[in-house]
């Protein structure tokens, strides 16, 4: 059974657009598909680990700064069973390029310990974007 926070102190009407009657947490990561997930955007632009607010686009452009060797990083909000909200990070290497969990991990020591992904995932390819977040890059 997954865990999540009970809701936030003195504040039922922000519980209540969090936390569905039935118990579903709704993070505001916007994804589609059943046995493969695609991000496909945020609902809302702020991640709350431990409860401090984390703007995922700051994670991203921490590992985004490996320019020679990051091609594009994407950072989602995930169940948590300490923080309630973990994260997350996606890096598309540039082609040709290896990159590790443990390099991932080691770069991503300089982050303040609330901001530091509990996953991060390398991947060869291009990650599926849509037409606004190409014309981004």
């Not at 916007?30 to 991000?39: M, S, T």
Request: net charge neutral; with cysteine; aromatic share 10%.
């Amino acid at each position: 059974m997954a865990a999540t926070f009970l809701g936030y102190v003195n504040d039922a009407e922000a519980t209540a657009r969090v936390i569905s009657t039935d118990g579903w947490l709704y993070t505001g990561d916007l994804v589609f598909g059943r046995a493969r997930l695609h991000f496909s955007g945020r609902e809302k632009w702020v991640l709350k680990p431990a409860g401090h607010q984390v703007f995922p686009g700051d994670v991203e452009s921490h590992f985004s700064a490996l320019s020679d060797r990051v091609a594009n990083t994407g950072v989602v909000g995930s169940p948590h069973a300490l923080w309630s909200e973990g994260l997350i990070a996606f890096v598309e290497t540039q082609a040709g390029v290896e990159l590790t969990e443990a390099e991932l991990r080691k770069h991503a020591r300089s982050l303040t310990s609330y901001m530091r992904p509990c996953i991060t995932s390398s991947c060869a390819g291009a990650m599926p974007l849509n037409r606004t977040q190409r014309s981004m890059w």
